[in-house]
């Protein structure tokens, strides 16, 4: 019986990654990464978005050439408020300071949709990559229109939106006992989806497309938010650490992601083969391309991969928003995407369903894991595809 043995030359591995169809495989260099140039992840500088179009238009000429590229690139000038940022920072701290029993009010398995707490080890993004699933713990919240900073009269809610509404309440009730963090939190999150709402705009003109072409799909859009805490080692853990990671190497989901990150540094995005450390800048996000859009610019925004370590003793968190469309609009690839000679590469699908796509594939997957180790250990080291 013939068996297919991957070669993999010394230097590098094959890091298993999920998608919506199911795992894929790269090869990669296990070299230590390097620092990113400014040309590779470059700072924009929002401020011509409130400016009239050809400021707006210049903005996204450079917006157009990093989703091109890398598909990451640092903001400025994005008009969040420090103070805003502060206090949601501040929250989250509190929030994972608490023993694990006041965490636990708001598990995760008390959603039907991914909202609230998972506990350090709760995930595994990428299983090639470590033996041990991932140290960071994590809190996340969806959208909930009684929240949303652009009103929404709740009894006219479309009838198609509704069953996609993500938002769970839990969230706030297993919190009350920590003053203001509710009012914080959502404050923070109202912000980030202000912003992406504007940016939304810009990558619009970026696409060639009308300023407002996405309006109509951004009216109850995807709008998670999530805080990560990465704790700090000692330095015996250090030393023991092996390849264990913070969040091992994935793509992000939908459209793009606002990622604020306090300054301890430890993300790292691949580019080509390599590795290279995207570090904290003060006043800035970064912002990255989801899977979605990647696909409905038929690849020519790119979705790239990325990973977090903290090697470090201090503890570490972060603060992404991930921005789609309205789960429940069915979108096809961009007019603006499409020649003669580069057909849609994709059928249209909505955002939501695209999310569950990946989802099941976890379940799927752990499901896999626990039946049948050996088959499943052997089946990610013996296939190699895209
Ligand atoms: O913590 C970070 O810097 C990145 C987090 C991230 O990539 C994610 O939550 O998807
Ligand atoms: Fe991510």
């Given at each position: 019986m013939s068996r297919t043995t991957a070669t993999i030359e010394p230097g590098f591995h094959k890091l298993e990654l999920r998608t919506a169809y199911g795992p894929v495989y790269r090869t990669v260099s296990t070299a230590p990464p390097r620092e990113c140039t400014a040309q590779e992840v470059p700072i924009i500088d929002l401020q011509g978005i409130y400016g009239d179009l050809d400021e707006r238009r210049k903005v996204a000429a450079q917006i157009k050439k990093a989703a091109n590229e890398i598909g990451f690139f640092y903001i400025k000038n994005h008009g969040i408020g420090e103070d805003v940022i502060d206090a949601a920072r501040r929250q989250a701290v509190n929030f994972f300071k608490q023993p694990m029993q006041a965490k636990e009010l708001v598990t995760r398995a008390k959603s039907k949709y991914f909202n609230g707490y998972s506990p350090p080890r709760g995930s595994h993004a990428s299983p090639s990559e470590s033996k041990a699933s991932d140290t960071r713990e994590t809190l996340g919240w969806r959208y909930a229109p009684e929240y949303d900073?652009?009103?929404?009269?709740?009894?006219?809610?479309?009838?198609?939106?509704?069953?996609?509404?993500?938002?769970?309440?839990?969230?706030?009730?297993?919190?009350?006992?920590?003053?203001?963090?509710?009012?914080?939190?959502?404050?923070?999150?109202?912000?980030?989806?202000?912003?992406?709402?504007?940016?939304?705009?810009?990558?619009?003109?970026?696409?060639?497309?009308?300023?407002?072409?996405?309006?109509?799909?951004?009216?109850?859009?995807?709008?998670?938010?999530?805080?990560?805490?990465?704790?700090?080692?000692?330095?015996?853990?250090?030393?023991?650490?092996?390849?264990?990671?913070?969040?091992?190497?994935?793509?992000?989901?939908?459209?793009?992601?606002?990622?604020?990150?306090?300054?301890?540094?430890?993300?790292?995005?691949?580019?080509?083969?390599?590795?290279?450390?995207?570090?904290?800048v003060e006043g800035t996000f970064v912002v990255n391309i989801g899977d979605y859009l990647m696909r409905l610019t038929n690849d020519r925004f790119v979705s790239t991969v990325h990973r977090v370590f903290n090697r470090s003793p201090h503890d570490r968190l972060s603060m992404p928003f991930f921005f789609g469309f309205n789960f429940n609009e069915t979108c096809s690839v961009l007019p603006t995407c499409i020649t003669d000679d580069n057909p849609a590469k994709y059928q249209p699908i909505t955002c939501g369903d695209w999310c569950q796509l990946r989802f099941k594939q976890s379940v799927i997957e752990r499901w896999a894991r626990t039946r049948t180790d050996t088959w499943f250990l052997e089946r990610s080291h013996s296939t190699d595809s895209a």
């Open positions: 900073p652009e009103p929404k009269d709740l009894d006219a809610i479309p009838p198609e939106v509704q069953p996609y509404i993500r938002g769970e309440e839990f969230v706030w009730e297993g919190t009350a006992h920590l003053p203001d963090f509710k009012q914080d939190v959502l404050r923070y999150w109202q912000a980030c989806l202000t912003l992406s709402r504007r940016l939304v705009r810009v990558f619009a003109l970026a696409l060639d497309l009308a300023e407002d072409y996405f309006d109509r799909v951004t009216t109850y859009p995807g709008s998670d938010g999530v805080f990560n805490f990465y704790p700090g080692m000692t330095p015996e853990e250090i030393r023991n650490a092996g390849d264990e990671v913070g969040l091992g190497s994935h793509t992000d989901l939908q459209c793009f992601t606002l990622l604020w990150q306090d300054m301890s540094g430890g993300l790292q995005v691949l580019k080509g083969q390599e590795w290279l450390k995207v570090p904290p």
